[in-house]
């Protein structure tokens, strides 16, 4: 397999997934307006659809433009994981994977600075950090004033 032809095959399921997006996008501007977000576009589900239609079709070109064993592998893998989709609902419902789910953007961002935060923390009490504050101190004794 070539660099050119899992490039391809790359672009083939970026694809997909954005073609997929913008049918989300425009879905959920119908069926559920009010809907909370946390950026609403401003402009009408028109407009909203119209904005998505030169990039989809952009992207249904980029799609013909590929070669049949693209066509083959990408559909392979996007079968594969329609076929694996039960197991990971089965493994979730089952505790056998842990997922945690936030319940907002505020959440993810405070779990975020959270783990930043934590680690500086553990940098700072980490023995590295005294070792490092040492030697500059160390450096600073020995440089002539």
Request: proline residues 6%; negative net charge.
């Amino acid at each position: 397999m070539s660099f050119q032809e899992i490039i391809e095959f790359l672009n083939f399921l970026y694809a997909v997934g954005m073609l997929l997006e913008f049918a989300a996008f425009i879905t959920l501007r119908l069926k559920k307006p009010n809907l909370y977000r946390p950026y609403r576009v401003p402009l009408s589900t028109f407009w909203a659809t119209m904005l998505c239609l030169p990039p989809a079709l952009l992207l249904i070109l980029v799609m013909c433009l590929a070669s049949l064993t693209t066509f083959f592998v990408s559909g392979a893998v996007i079968l594969v994981g329609f076929i694996l989709y039960p197991f990971l609902v089965q493994a979730k419902n089952k505790n056998w994977i842990l997922f945690e789910e936030a319940t907002g953007w505020q959440q993810c961002h405070s779990e975020l600075t959270d783990q930043e935060n934590s680690g500086v923390e553990l940098l700072v009490s980490s023995p590295l950090a005294s070792v490092e504050e040492q030697l500059s101190l160390m450096q600073s004794d020995s440089k002539p004033s």
